[in-house]
């Protein structure tokens, strides 16, 4: 087995292959000289068994020479999923497909718990897999980090608490992990994302959004990060359009969010804003409105920015896009899907304002994982090429784009 572009996926010949053709030039003239029929015939079925259920070793991926992302437009980025990506093979193929259609830059989910599941001891290998072949293939990540290891969170005993419950009092702790992750990758990391969408009550372990405890949180891990690498960029906010108002139990409206982050203090503790704005079935070009969700709805954000007097920083979406799932009533259809997202980048471009547009999602380990996910996806599971991801990768590399008029 290999794959085109930036590496190689050399088979393995199992052990036990070896191990069998040994044993067969050794026991079978002892058997024929030595043993009964029956042993003989015992002796030749276990070593055919032993054929039939071999199991072939994990194909060992190669790198190749390192690559150079082509594209016409740094704006275009996608959002990867390679977080619960088992074969290595898959990872690269990922990304050899990422870096093919044009994109530069991705944004990559580590999660706390994968990586420190023991106060003050990490396991950095599948973290170093995925910056290893991203780094080989020209790639800029963008690191999320979040999630809540079970020794941050309180016994089960005590309080019933989800992965994304982080204690008050081990915000230090999260903040020692992102200076260790930031120390470990810095010069590679196009930035790291302080939590996921902590307006929503969801992300914020079942609890009533709180940004000032958020204000903290960025606080102390951006002063982490920055002793750690002080060139390293850190977003905060990653923050999940919604217009749930102030006070209620599963979100807060994301510029009143945003708000009380700046009343809190937070405007020293983030070079840029990550954001999230997806359109559902309405169109790019639908005016911004807070009682709507839609893709310019981002503005809103960028307004609050600039009141606050923060509008040299950039923003960062790094979670887009529109979904062509034919059993959602909030998709759109395929050739719709491929419109929109087009005119999106094309918006998001002219904003002088906007560093990135990150599209949710590009491949999923497992369709069935999550199945309104699998049609976000550009590039199915098994790695199917859908009409999206060719006419993202024509309008990235200047080509003629396909399926538009």
């Known amino acids: 087995m290999h794959s085109s572009g930036g590496g ?63 594209t016409v437009n740094l704006t275009v980025c996608v959002h990867t999923r390679l977080t619960d990506e088992v ?10 497909l990422v870096r093919e259609m044009g994109a530069a830059t991705i944004v990559e989910f580590f999660p706390w718990p994968y990586i420190e599941r023991e106060r003050g001891s990490y396991d950095w290998e599948h973290a170093d897999r995925i910056m290893r072949h991203a780094e080989n293939q020209g790639l800029t990540v963008l690191a999320r980090l979040g999630l809540v290891p079970d020794w941050a969170r309180p016994p089960v005993q005590e309080k019933v608490t989800t992965l994304t419950y982080l204690p008050y009092e081990r915000f230090e702790d999260f903040a020692r992990f992102v200076g260790a992750f930031v120390a470990r990758y810095g010069e590679r990391l196009g930035g790291v994302i302080i939590w996921n969408e902590p307006n929503l009550s969801y992300e914020w372990g079942d609890r009533g959004p709180d940004p000032e405890a958020y204000t903290e949180l960025l606080r102390l891990s951006y002063q982490a990060a920055h002793a750690a690498n002080p060139q390293v960029l850190v977003l905060g906010g990653a923050l999940a359009p919604t217009t749930e108002p102030e006070g209620s139990g ?11 982050m700046y009343q ?9 804003l990550a954001a999230h704005t997806y359109g559902f079935t309405a169109a790019p070009s639908d005016p911004p409105d807070p009682a709507t969700i839609n ?33 959602w009533t909030r998709a759109v259809r395929p050739g719709q899907r491929i419109a929109y997202t087009l005119e999106a980048l094309d918006m998001a471009t002219a904003w002088p304002w906007v560093e990135r547009l990150c599209l949710w999602q590009f491949r999923q380990p497992a369709d069935t994982f999550n199945r309104r996910d ?29 399926y538009v008029q």
């Open 374 to 402: 699998a049609y976000y996806a550009l590039v199915s599971s098994d790695f199917v090429i859908k009409p999206i991801y060719e006419a993202v990768q024509a309008y990235a590399r200047g080509w003629p784009i396909p």
């Open 295 to 327: 893709f310019r709805r981002v503005e809103l954000l960028r307004a609050v920015m600039e009141r606050y007097g923060d509008g040299d920083k950039p923003v960062y979406i790094t979670e887009s896009g529109w979904s062509d799932d034919p059993r």
């Open 264 to 272: 809190a203090g937070a405007a020293p503790y983030f070079d840029a």
């Open 87 to 96: 074969e290595e093979w898959k990872i690269q193929r990922t990304l050899q």
């Open 250 to 260: 599963s979100g807060m409206n994301e510029m009143r969010y945003l708000e009380r």
């Open 8 to 70: 190689r996926v050399i088979p393995r010949r199992c052990v036990s292959d070896g191990f069998t053709a040994t044993m067969k030039a050794w026991l079978l003239p002892l058997v024929r000289q030595q043993a009964p029929r029956a042993l003989r015939l015992l002796v030749l079925l276990g070593l055919i068994y032993g054929l039939l259920t071999a199991r072939p070793a994990p194909a060992r991926v190669v790198l190749g020479p390192p690559q150079t992302v082509q």
